[in-house]
C-alpha cells in the first residue's frame, strides 16, 4: 500500500512537472517588435528583444530611410514603408540610416 501511494505522488508530481515545462515553452514564442523612424530617429533608438525575434522598421518619415547594418539592410524605404529583420543570434546589433549616417540604433539580442 506506501508503494502505491509514493507511485502515486511521484507520478502526479512528474505530471505536473511535465505541464508547467509546457507552458513555459509556449510563453517563449518568437515576438513581433516594431522599430518607428519618425523625425529623423529610430524610435526607440536601442531596442532589447530575445533570439528569434522580428523587428519591423516602419518609415513614418517624409523623407526615404533604409536601414544598414553588418549583417542586414533593406532598400530605401519610402514614406510608409516597412523592413523586417529575424534575429537568430545573440548580441548587439548597431545599425544607421543608409541615407542618413547620423541617424543610430541598436538591437540587443539575449538567448
Known sequence: MKKFIVLTLFLALFLTGC???GQKQ????????????KN?????STLSIKK????IWTNQDMVQHSITADKFSSEDLT?????????????T???ACGIHSDIKGSIIVSE
Open 79 to 91: 514614406p510608409g514603408k516597412s523592413y523586417s529583420f529575424t534575429f537568430k543570434k545573440s548580441g
Open 40 to 44: 529623423q530617429v529610430f524610435m526607440p
Open 26 to 37: 509556449e510563453t517563449l514564442k518568437p515576438a513581433t517588435r516594431t522599430v518607428d523612424i
Open 93 to 95: 546589433f548597431t545599425y
Open 52 to 55: 528569434g525575434d522580428t523587428v
Open 19 to 21: 505541464s508547467l515545462t
